[in-house]
């Protein structure tokens, strides 16, 4: 037996995987969570607020996918079922953690300061970070972790029409928030 219970040179599909761990086999879901922990934990600091949220959220979400795994219904993908979990997970912790805060973006970039372009990455998230929930789980499913319109609708329980609604309301508002870099970009 190899690393994870698996026969040496056998690869197992994630349903593989889950019908595995609900038959009993002790290291399906753990190879099935390293295969996804990466994607799932960056999409969960997406969704959430702050790293610990994230990390709160993503336990929470881990738990309750290894105890339901009986009730996968085989209708989407494994995949989708995890992310779907991770995402109502945030949400659930976001609504119960009202009382934090929220980040406020500067007003502009500085000009000629080095550092902007190693910051480009923080500012977005920033702005993500000020997006409604609904709109910031949309965008990052479709924009960020490549789902279709149809798949996030189905993991996130709202119609299609919804999820583009929420997708252009996302984007119209992260491209105001991040107006000053198109403006830097044409000024060179």
């Known amino acids: 037996m190899g690393s994870f219970g698996e026969q040496a040179g056998q690869h197992r599909s994630d349903a593989d995987l889950l019908a595995a761990h609900v038959a009993g086999d002790r290291y399906a879901f753990e190879e099935l969570f390293c295969r996804y922990q990466r994607r799932l934990y960056r999409l969960a600091q997406l969704t959430s607020r702050n790293p610990d949220d994230a990390a709160d959220a993503m336990q929470d979400a881990m738990l309750s996918a290894h105890r339901r795994a009986h009730t996968f219904r085989h209708d ?63 965008v990052v499913a479709v924009d960020m972790q490549g789902y279709s319109i149809a798949e996030t609708a189905d993991m996130l329980g709202v119609p299609q029409g919804t999820i583009k609604s929420r997708c252009a309301r996302a984007r119209s508002k992260l491209a105001e928030a991040l107006e000053c870099f198109d403006s830097r970009a044409g000024a060179r």
């Open 76 to 138: 989407c993908a494994v995949s989708s079922w995890l992310y779907r979990i991770v995402v109502n997970s945030c949400l659930d912790r976001l609504r119960r953690n009202k009382s934090h805060s929220t980040i406020t973006l500067p007003d502009a970039v500085p000009v000629g300061d080095p550092t902007t372009l190693v910051d480009t990455a923080i500012v977005v998230e920033r702005a993500l970070m000020r997006l409604p929930l609904e709109q910031r789980a949309a």
